[in-house]
């Protein structure tokens, strides 16, 4: 099988790495991919937002199957143009994304199918997101409806930060045409679980399950970035939970998402939030979790090439599919400056170093080659995943990898899974 991964982060790198695990793959292309892909795979220069061209490469590649990593290429209707094209893609329509591209659609999915979610008001003036915020009290939690690229969600604590988000969203713009709408949320407390679920239209099949630490600072403090770390399985999780998940939020999705005419093929994401009252959706993603899937993928044992295919086909089949039972931590080192504005052209060194060391892999993201030499490119450079028998091994492994690799302003959160640790899971 000739498969296409699009994308260019740590996400694609570790989906590219299960692909390979897979023993009906022959080759692997990315587009656009990374230097740590480009050991796995050939590289296209394609965009992930230049839709007909990836559709084309793949035509012309005679690409099986093409998996794809980022929301915006299945906001833009990737799935549409290579279905028109009779070209098998594992990613929902651009309608079906809809679940992660419009946060107000998703809001609105959720009353009408009875699935569990915070309250919230749809606002378009800064009245109507004062108003709302009035009613829900501080913290209040505004999203963007559209995409922002994991930044449109702002979390004001009072008056004067209420003052400053509605500054972001109104006067400057800071999120465009994605931040006309906003989603003024009620704040609910408890623990976060990402829950990943593979669809073919009909039914679905959960993946293990992960936590992310969204925040960049430690304690979970600061801007909310793509994700710090994450690990797997989340652990302390209550009996029958991903049981309780699938019936209550991934199937009623599936079988509501086909009763309004989107079939929703592809992974869904599902960020929980386990509350008093019983987990409640947050939201939803049309695509694999970045960094959760480092470290999900890493516990796969099976063929992952033979799973997204038979999605993709609409005849889910499990397969040999299992979990090992051994706990992945995974760990971001971002660069000097993010999420804000980071610094790139920052010379990396010791990648190899901490992938000799046992039971850690590292997988690229913000990375590209200048002058012969690896340097820093994006928010978030490197994902470093360690393996170990319990979470607390796992964490070490991964600290320990993160150790070895250099660079100027390497930036990272030291307390990934401490949470979870510190309570003895
Ligand atoms: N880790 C959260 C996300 O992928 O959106």
């Known amino acids: 099988m000739r498969v296409l991964v699009v994308g260019s982060g740590a996400r694609e790198h570790a989906i590219v790495h299960a692909l390979r695990r897979s023993p009906e793959v022959s080759e692997v292309f990315a587009a656009p991919g990374n230097p740590g892909i480009a050991q796995a795979a050939d590289l296209l220069p394609v965009p992930v937002d230049d839709v007909p061209a990836l559709a084309e490469a793949a035509a012309d590649l005679r690409i099986d199957l093409t998996v794809v990593g980022p929301e915006l290429p299945l906001a833009l209707g990737i799935g549409d143009e290579f279905s028109k094209r009779g070209l098998r893609l594992f990613g929902p329509s651009s309608a079906a994304a809809q679940l992660e591209s419009s946060k107000v659609f998703a809001k609105s999915f959720c009353y009408r199918h009875q699935i569990a979610t915070p309250q919230a008001v749809c606002a378009v003036t800064e009245g109507q997101v004062r108003e709302a915020a009035k009613k829900f009290g501080f913290p209040v939690v505004l999203k963007a409806d559209g995409l922002a690229a994991g930044k449109g969600v702002l979390i004001p604590n009072n008056q004067e930060e209420l003052d400053g988000a509605l500054e972001m969203f109104f006067g400057r713009r800071s999120f465009g045409e994605a931040g006309a709408k906003v989603l003024v949320e009620e704040f609910v407390v408890g623990t976060e679980v990402s829950f990943m679920a593979i669809s073919d239209g009909v039914k679905g099949i959960p993946l293990a399950t992960s936590r992310d630490y969204k ?49 929703y093929r592809g992974v869904l994401y599902a960020g929980l939030m386990l509350t008093e009252d019983g987990p409640k959706v947050l939201e939803f ?109 796992a964490l070490e492994t991964a600290y320990c990898g993160l150790g070895a690799i250099r660079f100027a302003g390497k930036t990272f959160r030291r307390d990934i899974g401490a949470d979870t640790s510190a309570r003895g899971e």
């Open 285 to 393: 993603n049309c695509r694999f979790g970045d960094p959760e899937t480092q470290a999900v993928l890493l516990r796969l044992e099976g063929s992952f090439a033979a799973l997204i295919k038979s999605a993709a086909d609409g005849q889910l089949a499990l397969g040999g599919l299992s979990w090992r039972r051994e706990v992945v931590a995974c760990v971001v080192a971002a660069a000097c400056g993010y999420p804000g504005s980071p610094r790139k052209g920052d010379d990396i060194t010791g990648i190899e170093e901490a992938m000799a060391l046992p039971a850690v892999t590292v997988y690229h993201a913000g990375t590209r080659f200048e002058d012969g030499r690896l340097v820093t490119s994006g928010g978030r450079v490197l994902s470093v995943c360690g393996r170990g028998p319990d979470l607390e091994t």
């Open 215 to 263: 925040r960049i600072g430690e304690g979970d403090t600061g801007p909310n970035t793509g994700g710090m770390g994450a690990h797997s399985p989340a652990m302390g999780l209550p009996k029958g939970f991903g049981r309780t998940i699938m019936d209550t939020v991934i199937t009623p999705v599936i079988q509501g998402m086909a009763t309004e005419g989107r079939e």
